[in-house]
């Protein structure tokens, strides 16, 4: 809540409460007062009588608590304020609903904040009207409003709302950038780029330049995305966020080495950031560079390694209190969460700073440490000596899953399976330990267990699938194994990433005996004259082809369609799908071209021209390497194509794109 809109809110209160016949002394009005003076704990006070005396808060509870909120916000008790708001947010009536909204937000509510304004069905048609007399301030309403109803979703009304702020003030530079958001939500780029640009002339600021990127990224303009990174942080130099945003970008290019550099910028900032280094050894591994991978690693764990007791704390009611207990020796202690450490050694803890808090819990392994605690439903403090160990955070499960892997590569099978079981005994639920182990199972033969643990982790997660497929060629079940591989997306398997082509090289080799056995079946069909029957097993074989063989293939079929041009045409179901695509092509809707393509080729993969139409797809959305991957297949089932020339020229074209900043 801005300061001005809370003083807004007070004085209509007080005019309110004055008009209802409320002295002028009421504990509401010297709340004010005490508000006003910067005397926050006299003002906590007076807001509570007054919830429990004043006649006017008995009727407006919601407007109240909201005060009571602010106050303890502002004197530093976030803990207090958290839950003043919660209450507000129950019981606001439809006259008041934004009273403590913002607030309430900054305290992380944000879940509550929303469900408020859901609960109360309001948008922009309503809300402008019924709150207009209410709103005061220079920052208007509205720009609250769009806010609001952009993280809701709502990007119309986040629309309305900005441009009404707009008509009362143009040069509002933050509601352009509402606006812009609205206007990505809907996927109107080119509006929202404009929205945005608008509010950097008005004034340059970071988030408008942040913001800007995020457009460009949905672009695919990496190269446009990457130099508003770079003015964002060259305003906001210590945002770590827009640093791990722009090597995302970099990432996107497959430029790993401005990934890394742009990232070890951001550790000089923030060099206990153990999200840091982890990056950057991941960053290394899609280099297949697996010895610095292990470096940064090495370093990301040590970051979530501590020594101590395994709590975490936050300060509530000036007493630190237990929010989390991890596993260890406070755990083993018997300490619970919502304990209140009153002692540390002896020592009161009352009015601590929270680093001094953690710096006293903390010390050298097997060491002890005597905490005095207040728990709840009990008369008397409770002595917990709990000795210290070295502990590490469940948080560092990825991490030590990714250095699995790492160590896999480099052939260490010793401390690769040692990081696989430490991952997985932190977080058995997280996909990277998974993954690490189901690598490990695969490696001793443990087909089985391999499917079981990779069956679990989450469809998207396409180094699990590549692991699951490998599991089920092992064990000669071939078409599980294929249909999994031909669930994979193009763009993840023709990515230059050096660990994701390993594995990728190892489905396909756990693959060959079937993808001879279908090359074989093909050609004996041919020589019978069973040709659309050779189609058939030369299609099934391209499915799980490397490079090398699927060229080879396709040059088969070529050979087969121009001895029998009949071959080529396209079967009824493959029709309907192209139909389709090409309608969604002249609607521009690129991504839905794409998708109905697909499934075409899935019918049809030895038709030419479905090669060539989802490759100027492809082109529309950025996408050159995957374009210039379809043309090229285009050629090898038809080289002798009449506009072969002009193919490969826009090959070339595609190539210098992608160099200048295309994925």
Request: glycine share 6%.
């Amino acid at each position: 809540m801005t300061e001005s809109k809370f003083i807004s809110i007070l004085l209509l209160i007080a005019i309110v409460a004055v008009l209802s016949g409320c002295a002028t002394e009421s504990w509401l009005a010297v709340g004010h007062k005490e508000m006003n003076k910067g005397n926050y704990s006299r003002a906590i006070e007076c807001y509570k009588n007054a919830i429990i005396e004043d006649d006017w808060c008995s009727e407006r509870l919601g407007s109240c608590q909201c005060c009571l909120c602010e106050a303890y916000y502002k004197n530093g008790q976030p803990a207090d304020a958290y839950e003043a708001c919660k209450k507000a947010l129950n019981i606001l009536p439809i006259n008041e609903p934004e009273s403590c909204w913002d607030t309430a937000w900054k305290l992380g509510l944000k879940e509550n904040v929303i469900n408020s304004i859901k609960g109360h069905n309001l948008h922009a048609a309503s809300w402008s009207v019924s709150l207009q007399q209410w709103i005061v301030g220079p920052d208007g309403f509205n720009i609250q409003l769009s806010y609001y109803s952009n993280e809701l979703g709502r990007y119309d009304d986040a629309i309305v709302a900005a441009k009404r702020e707009i008509e009362v003030r143009p040069n509002n530079y933050v509601a352009f950038v509402n606006l812009g958001v609205a206007y990505k939500g809907k996927k109107q780029y080119d509006d929202a780029i404009a929205a945005v640009k608008r509010s950097i002339e008005i004034k340059p600021n970071d988030f408008a330049y942040k913001t800007l990127a995020t457009i460009y990224t949905a672009k695919k303009q990496y190269d446009d995305a990457i130099a508003a990174y770079k003015k964002a942080i060259e305003l906001d130099p210590k945002n770590i966020s827009n640093y791990f945003e722009l090597s995302n970008c970099y990432v996107a290019k497959e430029d790993y080495v401005s990934a890394i550099a742009i990232t070890e910028r951001a550790q000089e900032l923030a060099p206990d950031n153990a999200d840091i280094p982890f990056a950057i050894g991941s960053f290394y591994m899609r280099m297949g560079k697996f010895d610095e991978a292990i470096s940064s690693l090495n370093k990301a764990i040590s970051l979530r390694t501590m020594t101590g007791v395994g709590i975490q704390i936050a300060i509530e009611g000036n007493y630190p209190v237990v929010k989390s207990v991890m596993e260890g020796p406070a755990k083993k202690a018997g300490m619970e969460v919502g304990d209140k450490i009153i002692k540390i050694n002896g020592q009161s803890t009352k009015g601590w700073a929270i680093n001094k808090v953690s710096q006293a819990v903390k010390g050298a392994e097997g060491t002890q440490v005597v905490l005095a605690i207040e728990r709840k439903n009990l008369d008397n403090l409770i002595e917990k000596t709990v000795t210290r160990e070295t502990i590490i955070e469940k948080s560092a499960a990825p991490i030590f899953g990714l250095r699995s892997l790492a160590y896999r590569t480099r052939g260490n099978t010793e401390d690769a399976e040692k990081d696989a079981e430490k991952a997985y005994s932190l977080d058995p639920n997280n996909d990277g330990a998974k993954g690490a182990l189901g690598a490990i199972y695969l490696d001793k033969g443990k087909y089985d267990d391999t499917i079981k643990i990779l069956s679990n982790t989450s469809k998207d997660n396409y180094f699990a699938r590549i692991l699951e497929a490998t599991a089920y060629a092992k064990t000669s079940g071939y078409k599980k194994a294929v249909q999994i591989y031909s669930s994979i997306p193009e763009d993840y398997l023709i990515s230059t990433n050096a660990l994701r082509q390993r594995y990728k090289g190892a489905i396909l080799e756990a693959l060959t005996p079937y993808a001879d056995a279908k090359k074989d079946s093909a050609k004996s069909l041919a020589a019978k004259g069973q040709y659309k029957e050779a189609l058939k097993e030369y299609a099934e074989a391209l499915k799980i082809a490397d490079d090398n063989d699927a060229k080879e293939i396709r040059n088969n079929i070529a050979g087969l369609i121009k001895k029998n041009p009949y071959l080529a045409e396209l079967p009824e179901e493959g029709r309907r799908y192209a139909i389709r695509a090409e309608a969604s092509t002249k609607e521009g809707k690129f991504e839905d071209a794409v998708k109905e393509y697909k499934e075409a080729i899935k019918v049809a993969p030895y038709f030419p021209a479905l090669y060539k139409a989802i490759a100027l797809n492809y082109a529309e959305l950025k996408e050159y390497r995957q374009a210039i991957n379809n043309l090229k297949i285009y050629l090898d089932l038809s080289p002798d194509a009449p506009d072969a020339r002009a193919v490969k020229d826009n090959i070339y074209k595609w190539e210098f794109l992608m160099e200048k900043g295309g994925k």
